[in-house]
């Protein structure tokens, strides 16, 4: 079986977890593993359009490389492909140490104030700047959840059944921002939802 990995998010995991490469779980399969990569998450150069695909078995990467050319994907812009992407791998460390210091703290700003409810379940991510809210408690469709969501609360989540059956009852939010917006978007689907219990 071919497996195409996307590890774009590789960069951003909270310690003590480790990102491990799916190509390294088997050396066998090594061979069989297409590893997407990028440098746009991690340091937010989703503008400049830059990947790459890391690639062990020489036909896959041939085969891959003429699929490219193809499509007319076969060269990176000078900017984006060869000076942004190797200043961000070269000399971003100390940067993106002060990113997962911030999302770090808006995670866990978040998850406290959801601590105590019964409503709403945030999940402690692992990595990445996405947290995950369980919101099944409350009983409401996914389209009635999206307009509470939208017009009750007035702030713009993920809809977690746009990744499929199981996202049902399940929202994303974006922490990758400063901490006064992520205060303003949870106090928003807090103050929504204490208002829901009063109107009961």
Not at 15 to 42: E, F, Q, R, Y
Not at 72 to 87: K, Q, Y
Not at 173 to 180: D, F, K, R, S, T
Request: hydrophobic share 40%.
């Amino acid at each position: 079986m071919l497996i195409l990995s996307d590890e774009i998010h590789a960069d951003l995991v909270f310690a003590p977890n480790k990102h491990i490469p799916i190509a390294k779980l088997d050396p066998s399969m090594t061979d069989n593993i297409i590893t997407c990569m990028s440098p746009t998450k991690t340091f937010n150069l989703a503008g400049l359009q830059v990947s790459y695909a890391i690639v062990n078995d020489k036909q896959k990467r041939e085969a891959l490389e003429k699929t490219f050319h193809k499509q007319g994907l076969h060269i990176l812009n000078t900017m984006g492909g060869i000076t942004a992407l190797e200043a961000a791998y070269l000399e971003g460390k100390d940067w993106l140490v002060k990113l997962m210091e911030q999302l770090e703290e808006n995670m866990n700003y978040v998850i406290n104030q959801f601590a105590n409810r019964k409503d709403v379940n945030v999940f402690k991510a692992e990595g990445t700047y996405l947290l995950w809210f369980d919101f099944r408690a409350l009983n409401l469709s996914q389209e009635q959840l999206k307009i509470f969501l939208e017009k009750e609360a007035k702030v713009g989540l993920n809809d977690g059944a746009s990744f499929g059956e199981e996202g049902t009852g399940f929202m994303r939010m974006n922490i990758a921002c400063p901490l006064e917006l992520v205060k303003d978007g949870t106090n928003r689907i807090i103050s929504a939802l204490d208002r829901r219990d009063s109107n009961k």
